[in-house]
C-alpha cells in the first residue's frame, strides 16, 4: 500500500497560483489512480480532481475547470495539482487520495483507500 504526503500549500492571493504535490511511496503506486479533494471547516471533503493511472484521463469539478490542472509522474511517485486564477473559496485544506477500486472519473470519495495528511491553501481577497 501506498503512503502520500502533499506539498506546496500556502497563502496566495487571489488571482494567484500554487502548485500542489502529492509524493507516493511504495512500488504500486502506479497502479492507482489519484484524485485530489478538499475540505473547510463544517463540512464533506469534496471532489476536485482526478487522473488514472497512466495519466491519460483527467476529471474536474466544474468550480475548478479551466484553473486547475492535475498531472502525474509515475517515474517520481508523484503527483501534482497546478491551481491558477486562485478565488477566495478556493481556500481550504487539500489532500490527495489512492484510488484502486473505482472507475474513471474516480470522483467517489468512498473509493479512495489512502489519504495523505491535508496541506492547507488559503486564498486572501
Known amino acids: 500500500q501506498v503512503q502520500l504526503v502533499e506539498s506546496g500549500g500556502g497563502l496566495v492571493q487571489a488571482g494567484g497560483s500554487l502548485r500542489l504535490s502529492c509524493a507516493a511511496s511504495g512500488r504500486t503506486f502506479s497502479n492507482y489512480a489519484m484524485g485530489w479533494f478538499r475540505q473547510v471547516p463544517g463540512k464533506e471533503r469534496e471532489f476536485v480532481a482526478s487522473?488514472?493511472?497512466?495519466?491519460?484521463?483527467?476529471y474536474y469539478a466544474d468550480s475548478v475547470k479551466g484553473r486547475f490542472t492535475i498531472s502525474r509522474d509515475n517515474a517520481k511517485n508523484t503527483v501534482y495539482l497546478q491551481m491558477n486564477s486562485l478565488k477566495p473559496e478556493d481556500t481550504a485544506v487539500y489532500y490527495c487520495g489512492a484510488d484502486r477500486r473505482g472507475t474513471y472519473p474516480y470522483t467517489a470519495r468512498a473509493n479512495y483507500d489512502v489519504w495523505g495528511q491535508g496541506t492547507q491553501v488559503t486564498v486572501s481577497s
Open positions: 487522473i488514472d493511472w497512466r495519466g491519460y484521463s483527467t
